[in-house]
């Protein structure tokens, strides 16, 4: 039974930082961009980065941004569930043949 609580418990884990990962890592190249836009002539280029990363996000949400920032979130998030619970199995295979 402890085995079975520790699993729920590291795919909780791993869905929760799977998920506010990408979220946070998109969300600071955002803002450094933002500050970057006040330096005097990087306007233009830090802007047109940013419309371009929104347009990207933009591209997987079906027209909104937040739409796609979500969507590669839990996709993010399905993948680190496939990952750890193939980690889980390795790590029973090897207790039994040990």
Not at 46 to 63: D, N
Not at 64 to 80: D, K, P, Y
């Amino acid at each position: 039974m402890a085995i079975l609580t520790n699993f729920l418990r590291s795919l909780a884990l791993t869905i929760i930082f799977s998920f506010v990962a990408p979220l946070i890592l998109i969300g600071a190249v955002l803002v450094t961009l933002s500050l970057t836009g006040h330096v005097p002539g990087l306007q233009d280029i830090t802007g047109a980065i940013a419309h371009l990363i929104l347009q990207f996000l933009a591209t997987f949400g079906g027209g909104s941004s937040l739409e796609g920032i979500i969507i590669i979130g839990l996709t993010c998030s399905f993948v680190g569930v496939l990952f750890d619970t193939y980690v889980h199995y390795r790590d029973q295979i090897l207790r039994l043949h040990s």
